[in-house]
C-alpha cells in the first residue's frame, strides 16, 4: 500500500507541474523539435569496459545533430556530435515516463532478439542485428522530437547534443527513485469500485493489439523459416543439373543453364528475407507501443484508486464524527456504555472536523488530478492511435508487396528453366 500511496503521489506531483504547461503546449505550438533540428545515428561501435579481471563489451551510437530551421525555444548547437549507450537510451526514456506519466512514451528497439528463426543472429554483437538497433533507436529519437509535449524537454535537448555532464543532470532530478516506486505500484493488483469505461476499453485494444501483433510476428518467422529452407532446396537441384550437364552432351548446355537458375533462386532468398526483417521491427515497435499504451492506463487505475481510498476515508471519518457526537466514540465507551462528557465530546468532534475538511480539500485535488491526467492522455491516445493506423497501413502494404516481388521473380526464374529445357534439341 505504501508503494501505491508514493507512485500516487509522484503522479500528482508531477501532473500538478506538467499539466498546465502541457496543456497550453499542446494548444499553442505547432512546430517540433524535429522541425528544426535534424536527428541521425550514423555509427555503433563496440567498446570494452575498463574492468580490471572481467573484459565486458558494449556498443555505442553516434548521434549526429544538425539546425535545419532557426528558432528553437532552447539553444541548440549549429552541429552535435554525442556518443551514447543503450542504456542510456533507457534512462531518457525512463525519465520521460516518469515525469509525464499520462503520455505514450515511445518504445525503445529490443535490447534481445525476439521472434527469431534459425537464420535471425542471436548474438547481441552481429553486425545486421546492431545496425537494426541503431536505427530503431533513430526512430526512437525522431519520434520523441515530434513529441508535442516531450520534445520540449530541456534534457532530451540535452540528450542530443550535450555529452559531457547528462548523466548527471537527469539523475539530479530524483526520477530513478519515483521510477522504482512506480515499478512496485503497478505491480499491485487494482480494483476500482467504478472504472473509467474510457480508460478499459483503451486497455482492452491495447492488449489486443499486442496478442495481434505477436501472433502475426510469430506466424512471419516460421514462414520465413520455411520459405528459406525450401528456397535453399533449389540449390541441390542446380547442383543435380550442373553435374548432369556434364555428362550429358545433347542436354548440357539447357542443362547447365537451368542449374544456374535453380542457383539464382536459392542465392536470392536470403536478401529477400533480410528486409523482411525490418518490416518484422516495424512490428516489434508497434508491439511495444502497445505495452506503453498499457502503462499509461495503469497510472490512471492507480491515480483513480487513490481518488476512491480518499473518498472513503472522508465517508469513515464522517461516521467517526457521528459517533463522536453521541458521546461514544471511545472504545471504553462502546465496551462499557459510558458517554463522553460534553466537553470531551466538543474537542472530539472539532479534531474529526478538521480531518473531514482536510480530506475533502485532497478529494478535491485528486479529482482535478486525474481530471486532467484523463484530459492529457486522451489527447495522446488520439494522438497515437491517428499515427498507429497510418503506420501499421504502411508496413504491411510494404511487406505484401515485398511477398508480390518476390514471388514474381521466382515466376520469372520458373518461366526461364522452361526456356532452357525447352531449347534442348
Known amino acids: 500500500m505504501e508503494a501505491e500511496q508514493d507512485i500516487i503521489a ?17 494548444d499553442k505550438i505547432t512546430k517540433t523539435l524535429l522541425e528544426y533540428l535534424e536527428i541521425s545515428i550514423t555509427e555503433a561501435e563496440k567498446k570494452a569496459t575498463p574492468a580490471l579481471n572481467i573484459r565486458d563489451y558494449f556498443t555505442v551510437y553516434l548521434i ?24 542510456e537510451f533507457e534512462q531518457l526514456r525512463s525519465y520521460l515516463e516518469t515525469i509525464y506519466p499520462w503520455t505514450i512514451v515511445p518504445p525503445l528497439p529490443e535490447k534481445r532478439a525476439t521472434f527469431t528463426w534459425e537464420n535471425t543472429p542471436s548474438d547481441t554483437f552481429d553486425p545486421d542485428f546492431i545496425d537494426r538497433r541503431r536505427a530503431g533507436l533513430e526512430t526512437f529519437l525522431h519520434r520523441v522530437a515530434d513529441h508535442p509535449i516531450l ?30 516506486s512506480k515499478l512496485k505500484a503497478l505491480s499491485v493488483s487494482i480494483r476500482l469500485r467504478n472504472p473509467d469505461k474510457q480508460f478499459e476499453e483503451v486497455k482492452a485494444n491495447a492488449v489486443d493489439l499486442q496478442s495481434n501483433l505477436s ?20 540449390g541441390a537441384l542446380g547442383k543435380v543439373f550442373s553435374e548432369w550437364s556434364a555428362i550429358e ?26 528486409d523482411e526483417e525490418l518490416i518484422a521491427d516495424h512490428l516489434k515497435e508497434y508491439l511495444f507501443f502497445a505495452l506503453s499504451v498499457q502503462s499509461v492506463c495503469e497510472r490512471h487505475e492507480m491515480l483513480q484508486l487513490e481518488l476512491e481510498q480518499a473518498e472513503d476515508l472522508v465517508s469513515s471519518r464522517i461516521s467517526e464524527k457521528e459517533k463522536a457526537q453521541q458521546g461514544r466514540s471511545s472504545l471504553m465507551s462502546r465496551l462499557f456504555g459510558s458517554v463522553d462528557t460534553e466537553e470531551v465530546r466538543d474537542i472530539k468532534v472539532g479534531q474529526i472536523d478538521q480531518k473531514i475538511q482536510e480530506g475533502e480539500e485532497s478529494v478535491r485535488e485528486l479529482q482535478l488530478s486525474l481530471s486532467e491526467f484523463s484530459r492529457n492522455a486522451s489527447k495522446d491516445i488520439d494522438l497515437f492511435n491517428q499515427k498507429k493506423v497510418t503506420d501499421l497501413k504502411e508496413t504491411f502494404s ?8 518476390m514471388t514474381r521473380k521466382v515466376l520469372q526464374t520458373w518461366a526461364n528453366i522452361r526456356d532452357c529445357i525447352d531449347s534442348i534439341p
Not at 549526429?64 to 542504456?87: D, M, P
Not at 532530451?156 to 521510477?179: C, H, M, P, R
Not at 516460421?222 to 525450401?230: G, I, P, Q, V
Open 10 to 26: 509522484v503522479a500528482n506531483e508531477s501532473v500538478k507541474q506538467t499539466s498546465s504547461n502541457s496543456q497550453q503546449s499542446s
Open 64 to 87: 549526429e545533430t544538425k539546425v535545419i530551421t532557426q528558432g528553437w525555444s532552447a539553444k541548440l548547437a549549429n552541429l552535435g556530435l554525442v556518443w551514447r549507450r543503450y542504456t
Open 151 to 180: 520534445c520540449n524537454d530541456p534534457l532530451v535537448a540535452s540528450f542530443l547534443q550535450q555529452e559531457d555532464g547528462w548523466n548527471e543532470a537527469i539523475k539530479e532530478t530524483g526520477y530513478l527513485q519515483t521510477a522504482e
Open 215 to 234: 501472433n502475426v510476428l510469430d506466424i512471419r518467422a516460421r514462414l520465413a523459416s520455411r520459405r528459406f529452407n525450401m528456397y535453399k532446396m533449389h
Open 249 to 274: 552432351k545433347d542436354m548440357g548446355d539447357g542443362l547447365q543453364k537451368a542449374g544456374h537458375f535453380f542457383d539464382s533462386i536459392a542465392a536470392g532468398i536470403g536478401t529477400a528475407l533480410e
Open 398 to 405: 510494404i511487406y505484401v508487396g515485398m511477398q508480390i516481388k
